[in-house]
């Protein structure tokens, strides 16, 4: 389109010269080639709802890009990989971002002053890290490189929770990649109406079910669970549970006869974990006199003293390692062995003797200590604290004219009256950070 109009502009401006005739001749009368998309698509009968998967039309850049949907909704699911990672990186940077888009619900959003999205709300974040939960194990222990998984609503009917389509999307998504992946993870949302269970019930069912239950996993194993109650009888939610599992294998499995359409290139990725020469080279630092001081501790004494065999192991390995193996020993990797080392300690001396790092055994609990009304002035307060844990509470009553609006991509100036809001300052875990705003954790 940008094309035709310059090259419109152009002949208006010329056209009295002859020797742009030719020219408007050939550029009226030749032949524009039709772009051809090479589009996967199936579809999928799930629980009465129509399940559909496509790839190959839209962001074509992208290391995958499928756009997935349930009855009128849908979403676009993008995946790239860094294939240069930086060298250090010790965790898995993976980042689920979720983009808000007020058109795919028929509305416009935005500040009377700025009608477009602005930061992604409270609920974008939540499906964040709602998917962050189910697909993080996922991925091959050491790998480095930086995955990004973009969540884009093209159409909304308002009707469906979005985590399910977000969570099966993206394990779609990266598989179809080529990203090494110990999936399919699939997932569900399951109600419970009048006595039956229902597969991915819709908002207006979820106003009159017994319970909101969302989880996901693999095929035959679940490793995410959320749930929303009041109170459920144990044994009915054990059932939801084999319900709910059977729904994740069909969803797994809608998944895999998908896959076995795509052309898909295994991609060659990044490792930054300690070898088993250096796990035995760290073991041999950090002894089993050295572990057992760390048992009958708090958090506090514990990380001072991880702390310290931490600076020794890195000071004892720089002088050990040689021009061969300098890599090898990095600092990354070093404290990856150490954390390995000492992780290894505490789940085995649990397992073997019953008991946790501070000497607790596994049925006990820490002490807890409990306090109101600490402060003047506060409509109400109150302090909780168990072991070193410490939760600080304030409660403000308003009037009926203090709601919070919410306008959303899912909300239109819905009034809420209880607002429940929980921060987690650095200083509460000593860490030496300022606080930024609010961090996804806390959403």
Avoid at 63 to 75: F, K, P, V, W
Avoid at 279 to 298: F, P, Q, R
Wanted: charged residues 25%; contains cysteine.
């Amino acid at each position: 389109m940008v094309v035709q109009i310059v090259i419109t502009i152009c002949y208006k401006k010329l056209t009295s010269r002859p020797k742009w005739s030719n020219f408007y001749f050939f550029y009226k009368h030749m032949a524009i080639p039709k772009k051809e998309f090479n589009v996967f698509s199936q579809s999928f009968d799930w629980s009465g709802k129509q399940l559909s998967f496509e790839t190959g039309k839209l962001a074509v850049q992208a290391d995958c890009s499928l756009q997935i949907g349930i009855g009128e909704t849908a979403l676009l699911c993008s995946t790239v990989m860094e294939q240069n990672p930086r060298s250090d990186m010790d965790f898995l940077p993976l980042m689920i971002d979720f983009r808000e888009s007020f058109s795919a619900a028929g509305r416009i959003g935005g500040a009377a002053y700025r009608r477009r999205e602005g930061r992604p709300s409270d609920s974008a974040v939540l499906y964040c890290r709602l998917a962050d939960r189910a697909l993080r194990p996922m991925f091959p222990k050491g790998m480095i490189n930086d995955v990004v998984i973009t969540i884009t609503p093209l159409a909304l009917d308002q009707e469906l929770d979005l985590g399910v389509m977000t969570i099966v999307g993206s394990s779609l998504s990266i598989l179809a990649s080529g990203i090494p992946f110990d999936g399919p993870v699939g997932a569900a949302q399951i109600g419970y109406i009048d006595g039956q269970f229902i597969i991915n019930p819709t908002r207006t069912q979820l106003k009159t079910s017994l319970f909101a239950l969302l989880v996901a996993g693999k095929k035959g194993s679940i490793n995410m669970i959320e749930c929303e109650a009041n109170e459920v009888p144990e044994d009915l939610l054990k059932e939801a549970f084999v319900v709910a599992q059977k729904a994740i294998d069909d969803s797994c499995d809608y998944q895999a006869e998908f896959l076995a359409k795509l052309p898909i290139s295994p991609k060659t990725i990044t490792y930054n974990k300690p070898s088993d020469a250096l796990i035995a080279y760290v073991s041999s630092i950090i002894t089993h006199d050295k572990l057992e001081a760390m048992t009958g501790n708090s958090k506090v004494p514990f990380n001072d003293l991880m702390s310290l065999y931490e600076k020794e192991t890195i000071a004892l390995a720089k002088e050990y390692a040689s021009e061969d193996n300098k890599e090898e020993f990095s600092e990354a990797k070093v404290k990856m062995a150490v954390f390995q080392v000492i992780k290894y300690f505490i789940r085995h001396r649990t397992i073997d003797t019953g008991k946790r790092i501070d000497d607790r055994t596994v049925m006990d609990i820490r002490p807890i200590f409990c306090e109101t009304g600490l402060f003047p002035r506060t409509h109400g307060t109150g302090l909780f604290r168990r072991g070193d844990t410490q939760v600080l509470t304030t409660v403000t009553l308003g009037s009926p004219g203090d709601y919070l609006i919410l306008d959303d991509m899912e909300n239109e100036r819905v009034k809420q009256s209880y607002m429940h809001h929980y921060n987690f300052p650095p200083f509460s875990v000593h860490d030496a950070k300022a606080s930024r705003g609010t961090g996804r954790r806390e959403i």
